[in-house]
C-alpha cells in the first residue's frame, strides 16, 4: 500500500518561514509529478506548486519568489520551502503525487498539514 506523509506544518508569525515535507512510501511504485496544494477555510483546493521527476516547477502567483518546492527523487520525498509568509497563506497544505503503482496510474494524496500565520 502507498502512502503520503506530511510533516512541518505549524503556527509561525507573518515574515516567517516553514518547511514542509511528504515522504511517499510503499511497494512497487515510481513517483512521477509531486506537488503541494491548499485548502483555505470556505475554499476550493487550489495549486500551490508542482515538480516533475526531472525537475521541472511550476507555482501558483500569489506564492511566486516567496515559497519553492524540491525534491529529493532517491527518497520519493518532495519539500516546500515557505518564506515570508502572510496571513493569506494560512490553510490546511496537501501534498500530491502522481504515481505508476505496478501497471497503473493512480493519484495519491496526504492527509494534510495545517499552515497558520499570526500577523
Known amino acids: 500500500q502507498v502512502q503520503l506523509v506530511e510533516s512541518g506544518g505549524g503556527l509561525v508569525q507573518a515574515g516567517g518561514s516553514l518547511r514542509l515535507s511528504c515522504a511517499a512510501s510503499g511497494r512497487d511504485f515510481r513517483v512521477n509529478t509531486m506537488g503541494w496544494y491548499r485548502q483555505a477555510p470556505g475554499k476550493q483546493r487550489v495549486l500551490v506548486a508542482t515538480?516533475?521527476?526531472?525537475?521541472?516547477?511550476n507555482y501558483a502567483d500569489s506564492v511566486k519568489g516567496r515559497f519553492t518546492i524540491s525534491r529529493d527523487n532517491a527518497k520519493n520525498t518532495v519539500y516546500l520551502q515557505m518564506n515570508s509568509l502572510k496571513p493569506e497563506d494560512i490553510a490546511v497544505y496537501y501534498c500530491?503525487?502522481?504515481?505508476?503503482?505496478?501497471?497503473?496510474?493512480?493519484?495519491?494524496w496526504g492527509k494534510g498539514t495545517q499552515v497558520t500565520v499570526s500577523s
Open positions: 500530491y503525487a502522481a504515481m505508476n503503482v505496478g501497471a497503473y496510474a493512480i493519484n495519491y
Open positions: 515538480i516533475t521527476s526531472a525537475g521541472s516547477t
